[in-house]
């Protein structure tokens, strides 16, 4: 529900207000506490300052809602660095639509039913962290905290980022518009998917897998089963590789050089010249 603007603070912005303000009155200085809302007007603990009803005044002076003024905002920090992550994923978002209905419309692998949505964004040591949803891919995107510029990154270079549930290898970007990101590929292409809602249900249950501590261990063991499934790939291509040779080898044996073959019968009537000569001394 939207409300008129306050006097007392930010020049009436609501939008500016968390909704663990704490507001107080100007006139008769009675505060308004959310987490004890009004038992005068029957407002039930947890309401916001911004959610009472349009004619709701002090249960003091009756002074109105735009009498009131911050006390303390608690919630303010957080609230500010939601919308500069939002601000930010805005521009991400527009920038792979863009790339949508510029460049990828036509590609056959793209999954048309699906869509380019942005999912489950919060920051994470100060810094957007979400997944990224497209008809061609699903990343986990990790963007710069306050006053980090990743301009700088290199497209294409790689870093390992630790979480609750495990190490994550990232490949770095920069697009002209959202700026530079960090992304860890999670499905591509994008086939398995029926529709959207299905695949912003796997985003969010991403999102909340990604800070489970109990995932650690899976996540190692996969670590795991990979390297020593690359050991095994290496090795076997080691044992082709050495087979290839020998049979290479073998073969060449097995036909032997036109020089060889032209110079075949010199060579026994060489040696069959030379057993005459030994008999005839031995007579």
């Not at 695949?199 to 991403?206: F, G, Q």
């Not at 060889?260 to 010249?273: P, Q, R, T, Y």
Request: aromatic share 8%.
């Amino acid at each position: 529900m939207s409300v008129a603007g306050f006097e007392g603070s930010y020049m009436g912005a609501n939008d500016r207000i968390s909704d663990q303000a704490i507001m107080e009155c100007k006139i008769c200085w009675t505060p308004y506490d959310p987490a004890e809302g009004d038992d005068f007007r029957q407002v039930l603990p947890g309401t916001p300052f911004t959610a009472l009803p349009d004619d709701w005044h002090c249960p003091n002076c009756d002074a109105p809602k735009e009498q009131f003024m911050v006390q303390t905002d608690p919630g303010a920090p957080a609230m500010l660095e939601a919308r500069r992550i939002g601000e930010q994923v805005a521009k991400l978002t527009a920038d792979f639509r863009e790339i949508w209905h510029s460049k990828m419309r036509d590609v056959p692998l793209v999954n048309k039913a699906l869509s380019v949505e942005a999912v489950g964004f919060v920051s994470y040591e100060g810094r957007g962290l979400g997944v990224l949803v497209s008809p061609w891919f699903m990343n986990l995107f990790l963007l710069p905290r306050e006053g980090e510029d990743w301009a700088a990154l290199v497209p294409g270079a790689k870093e390992t980022i630790e979480f609750p549930s495990g190490s994550y290898e990232f490949i770095h970007n920069v697009r002209e518009m959202g700026g530079g990101y960090k992304a860890c590929s999670l499905f591509s292409p994008m086939g398995d998917f029926q529709t959207q809602a299905q695949a912003t249900d796997v985003a969010r249950a991403i999102m909340v897998e990604l800070f489970r501590n109990e995932n650690r261990a899976e996540t190692d063991r996969k670590s795991e089963i990979r390297a020593t499934r690359e050991a095994e790939i290496a090795a076997v291509e080691e044992a082709e590789t050495a087979q290839a040779a020998e049979d290479a080898r073998v073969e060449e044996m097995a036909q032997p050089t036109r020089r060889k073959l032209i110079s075949a019968g010199l060579a026994e009537d060489k040696v069959e010249a030379g057993e005459d000569i030994v008999e005839d001394a031995a007579e």
